[in-house]
Nanobody, 124 residues
Framework: VQLQASGGGLVRAGDSLSLSCAAS????????LAWFRQAPGKEREFVAA????????YYGDSVKGRFTISGDKVKNAVYLQMNSLKPEDTAVYFC??????????????????WGQGTLVTVSS
């Protein structure tokens, strides 16, 4: 499975931005897609996850109410709509895919496939 993320850029605080991640290859085995982010000098952080079966979504506390994850089964893609962006949202955003169990859906180790990352910079 190959993942290609896109959509990052430089925006101002309060702006919106949308990220996309397209999956190719043997993606039929994937049951969950997620976004993580890593800010300079910090550990990678869970942002949001989407389960293909049923379409359930999960969010990290820092983005709840501002970010929305969605998936497209036909295009084998996952999207992250980011609203009301803050400077602390500045990070490299990575999409990930795998077969996470519900209790571990926020953990990096649950995802075996990773995209290359796309940089989001939010200025104050």
């Amino acid at each position: 499975v190959q993942l290609q993320a896109s959509g990052g850029g430089l925006v101002r605080a309060g702006d919106s931005l949308s990220l996309s991640c397209a999956a190719s290859g043997s993606s039929f085995s994937i049951s969950g897609l997620a976004w993580f982010r890593q800010a300079p000098g910090k550990e990678r952080e869970f942002v949001a996850a989407f389960r293909r079966s049923g379409g359930s979504t999960y969010y990290g506390d820092s983005v709840k109410g501002r970010f929305t994850i969605s998936g497209d089964k036909v295009k084998n893609a996952v999207y992250l709509q980011m609203n009301s962006l803050k400077p602390e949202d500045t990070a490299v955003y990575f999409c990930a895919a795998g077969r996470p169990i519900l209790s571990s859906i926020t953990k990096e180790s649950s995802y075996g496939y990773w995209g290359q990352g796309t940089l989001v910079t939010v200025s104050s």
